[in-house]
């Protein structure tokens, strides 16, 4: 039993960086999927792939894996710099702009 341990990156629908400052602990599928033949659903027999356990820190994650035998690879996340503007949102709409500002 294989698992990996990473840090989630934040969604792309949000700048926002909730829910990526935890660790995640996620088994890897033992199995490939396949389709069923009846209803063309995709399935799997193995129900570790549909465990995620979530921890505080990276050596709490290790901890538990280790404790339960759990061979885990741990992924370092790739740190973005914040994305500031120097005039911000309300540089979009400032009335002393050189250029011409249209969509």
Known sequence: ??????????????????????WVLEYTADEPRRIDPLMGWTSSADTQSQVRLHFQTKEEAMNYA??????????????????????GYGDNFATNRRGVWTH
Do not use: C, H
């Not at 969604?11 to 926002?16: N, R």
């Not at 404790?67 to 710099?81: E, S």
């Open 1 to 22: 039993m294989t698992a990996r341990i990473f840090q989630p990156a934040k969604t792309a629908m949000s700048s926002g960086m909730a829910k990526t400052t935890e």
């Open 66 to 87: 280790e404790a339960n035998g759990i061979d885990a690879v741990v992924t370092q996340p790739k740190k973005r710099g914040a994305n500031l503007r120097p005039g």
